[in-house]
T-cell receptor
Framework: GIQVEQSPPDLILQEGANSTLRCNFS?????LQWFHQNPWGQLINLFY???GTKQNGRLSATTVATERYSLLYISSSQTTDSGVYFC??????????FGEGTQLTVNP | DAGVIQSPRHEVTEMGQEVTLRCKPI?????LFWYRQTMMRGLELLIY????????DSGMPEDRFSAKMPNASFSTLKIQPSEPRDSAVYFC????????????FGPGTRLTVT
């Protein structure tokens, strides 16, 4: 099956810093989603981005499908950005395959 | 619109007992997914349904696990008998077939089996 690798596995930032999270996948995909799992365990949809670039406030994402990677940018990080960021891809059918996540800690 | 609804939010039970988790998908969505999340195995898909029909149950760990979707607005995941290794957070998600397939997750049920 498809492999999804996220990097870095852990990231510690000071409030106000910027960061880039990466997701590499081993095969062509039909869709790609970024999720944020907050410290309370909720999985929150950030982006549905099979290709191209999207922005939502301080967050933006870019997927280059031909090169099989996606990037999530967080600017001016806040403590509320802490949590785990997951990338998930769909190849065929409805199944999503998740990466192992990036654990982000933003310190005040 | 209400998101995906799961109940109960927390469940503590003793080994050997039957556990039933419930999910109501987003209205209009016709795909429903059950996931399990543990520290060791991360997020793993257990089973999913399209139009109330089970499509892929290859992730169901063993015969102790079963899932049903009697109608478009309700699904259950049952564990009988439960074991301590079943302790995990169980998520339900839904999406709309034929559109973006974007999945939306419920708040999860934290199951503890003692």
């Amino acid at each position: 099956g498809i492999q999804v690798e996220q990097s870095p596995p852990d990231l510690i930032l000071q409030e106000g810093a910027n960061s880039t999270l990466r997701c590499n996948f081993s095969d062509s995909v039909n869709n790609l989603q970024w999720f944020h799992q907050n410290p309370w365990g909720q999985l929150i949809n950030l982006f549905y981005i099979p290709s191209g670039t999207k922005q939502n406030g301080r967050l933006s994402a870019t997927t280059v499908a031909t090169e099989r990677y996606s990037l999530l940018y967080i600017s001016s990080s806040q403590t509320t950005d802490s949590g785990v960021y997951f990338c998930a891809v769909r190849t065929s059918g409805s199944r999503l395959t998740f990466g192992e996540g990036t654990q982000l800690t933003v310190n005040p | 619109d209400a998101g995906v609804i799961q109940s109960p939010r927390h469940e503590v039970t003793e080994m050997g007992q039957e556990v039933t988790l419930r999910c109501k998908p987003i209205s209009g969505h016709n795909s429903l997914f059950w996931y399990r999340q543990t520290m060791m195995r991360g997020l793993e898909l257990l089973i999913y349904f399209n139009n109330n029909v089970p499509i892929d149950d290859s992730g169901m760990p063993e015969d102790r696990f079963s899932a049903k979707m009697p109608n478009a607005s309700f699904s259950t995941l049952k564990i009988q008998p439960s074991e301590p290794r079943d302790s995990a957070v169980y998520f339900c998600a839904s999406s709309a077939l034929g559109r973006s397939y974007e999945q939306y997750f419920g708040p999860g049920t934290r199951l503890t089996v003692t």
